[in-house]
């Protein structure tokens, strides 16, 4: 079966301080992948899909990166943190081989990211 | 423009009682119509999917219902729970092959009162 996983959970991090969350899938090959951010009370905000190595697409323009360095790590990024980028960060995969349906996105436990 | 509107923003019910939360979507052309949960702090997980020819599909006590002529959808949880208070999220998907081709809704945040 298919697994994704995040990490940190949770992160507190002053303002101006650089930024590092990491998504690893299990249990498939060659998959979409995503980060979103959720802020309190809003809707999901799509931020990169990648659908292979080294293949990001950028939704929206900001101080954060992408990066997939293999074909089941997703990475996102910040050189320096603005109090604008807390919120709820999610990680999520489809299609690959092995598992999904389509493009039913699978979510992961996401990450609560604070900036003070 | 693509968009998908829930309704209503926020419910609180009694436990044991039923009730409907709703989904507009303009997403052209349709593919699929999810509704996820999603608990505080977790991440969504997908209750039920229809496609352009269903019109109803059922997961336990939540029942998902789809009218793709005028593009509304409803999630109607029967005898709730304590554990049903969550986020609602409705997602539609358009068709095609790109991996960017969800919309999603804002949800709807459900508690549940003893």
């Known amino acids: 079966s298919q697994t994704i996983h995040q990490w940190p959970a949770t992160l507190v991090q002053p303002v101006g301080s650089p930024l590092s969350l990491e998504c690893t899938v299990e249990?498939?090959?060659?998959?979409?992948l995503y980060w979103y951010r959720q802020a309190a009370g809003r809707g999901l905000q799509l931020l990169f899909y990648?659908?292979?190595?080294?293949?990001i697409s950028s939704e929206v323009p900001q101080n954060l990166s992408a990066s997939r360095p293999q074909d089941r790590q997703f990475i996102l990024s910040s050189k320096k943190l603005l109090l604008s980028d807390s919120g709820f960060y999610l990680c999520?995969?489809?299609?690959?081989?092995?598992?999904?349906?389509?493009?039913?996105?699978?979510f992961g436990p996401g990450t609560r990211l604070t900036v003070t | 423009k693509n968009q998908v509107e829930q309704s209503p923003q926020s419910l609180i019910i009694l436990e044991g009682k039923n009730c409907t939360l709703q989904?507009?979507?303009?997403?052209?052309?349709?593919?699929?119509l999810r509704w996820y949960k999603q608990d505080t702090g977790r991440g969504p997980v997908s209750l039920t999917i229809?496609?352009?020819?269903?019109n109803t599909k059922s997961n336990g006590r939540y029942t998902a219902t789809l009218d793709a002529d005028t593009k509304q959808s409803s999630l109607h949880i029967t005898a709730s729970q304590l554990s049903d208070s969550a986020s609602y999220i409705c997602?539609?998907?358009?068709?095609?092959?790109?991996?960017?081709?969800?919309?999603f809704g804002t949800g709807t945040r459900l508690t549940v009162i003893p």
């Open positions: 999520a995969w489809s299609g690959g081989r092995g598992g999904g349906v389509g493009y039913e996105q699978y």
């Open positions: 249990g498939t090959s060659n998959p979409n």
């Open positions: 990648s659908v292979g190595i080294g293949q």
């Open positions: 989904c507009n979507y303009t997403v052209s052309p349709f593919s699929n």
């Open positions: 229809m496609t352009f020819s269903e």
């Open positions: 997602v539609v998907t358009l068709m095609g092959t790109g991996a960017n081709n969800l919309f």
